[in-house]
């Protein structure tokens, strides 16, 4: 409520205040007095401020976002993220750039050929509609199986890895690797012919999946790259080739570790 500071204190009425406006005068000589209902986000976000330490917001719990001296918590997460690209594992290219071009109405972006090495290598071929990008990907047996056609004999046909897209790589990197997330290989730097591009790939998410993440970066400054970049696509096919042909068995973390360290995660037997 605000009351109106007029002739009369004494004899001043409450009146109520509409949500979400500014009413100028109310408190005399001109002065401006904002509303003070607050919708339930901005709420939560003063209570946050506010109770930062344990058991002050309900039961010892900790609010969201807040550590455990009340302080928030920086994280490189926090900055925009999204899906760059999802990549599926195919036996025909040719019938799969036909069903997404011809019959889902995407445009081809970039292709390549005989990417890899001479162990193996894979045709690829990326599609976009809006924003939506799929990268299409075939293997070439040469010495070894190559991974697309392992993946394939193994999962089935269909998602090999999604890509996300975020602000600053190198901070998400070292904020995953703190936390114990293992990536196959180090990260690979281009340049397409609209800026510069970063990407580095994760292990599989779960042990006996073939699934895997990529982190995408394109922003960089004023400049921001659209397609891909073939050196740094063999790149990141060599570094699965390099752990297809030495066995390297790998997830994301340790599970064996979290499942011995913490009861919550300990299968029933």
Not at 35 to 53: E, K, N
Not at 253 to 269: A, C, G, H, N, V
Request: hydrophobic share 35%; with cysteine; glycine share 12%.
């Amino acid at each position: 409520f605000a009351l109106s500071r007029g002739k009369g204190w004494a004899a001043a009425k409450a009146e109520p205040v509409s949500a979400h406006r500014w009413r100028a005068g109310e408190h005399g000589k001109g002065r401006v007095h904002r509303d003070r209902s607050l919708s339930r986000q901005a709420r939560g976000r003063w209570v946050r401020r506010r109770l930062g330490r344990a058991g002050e917001y309900g039961k010892g719990r900790v609010p969201a976002r807040l550590g455990r001296a009340g302080e928030k918590e920086e994280t490189a997460m926090k900055g925009s993220m999204g899906i760059d690209h999802i990549t599926l594992c195919v036996k025909n290219l040719a019938a799969a750039e036909h069903l997404f071009t011809k019959i889902l109405g995407f445009d081809v972006i970039w292709s390549a050929r005989d990417v890899g090495s001479e162990l193996s290598s894979m045709d690829t071929v990326v599609v976009q509609r809006g924003n939506a990008k799929i990268a299409l990907m075939q293997g070439n047996d040469k010495a070894v199986r190559s991974q697309i056609n392992d993946f394939i004999v193994k999962i089935g046909q269909g998602v090999q890895h999604v890509a996300i897209e975020v602000d600053d790589i190198d901070a998400v990197c070292r904020e995953w690797e703190a936390h114990g997330v293992k990536f196959s290989g180090p990260l690979k730097e281009g340049r397409d012919g609209f800026g510069p591009l970063k990407q580095r790939f994760t292990f599989p998410l779960f042990p006996g999946g073939g699934v895997f993440l990529e982190l995408t970066q394109r922003q960089h400054g004023r400049e921001q790259s659209k397609t891909f970049v073939l050196e740094t696509v063999e790149k990141l096919y060599k570094d699965i080739e390099r752990d297809q042909v030495q066995g390297v068995e790998q997830t994301i973390i340790d599970y064996d570790k979290i499942l011995s360290e913490d009861l919550r995660f300990r299968r029933t037997s």
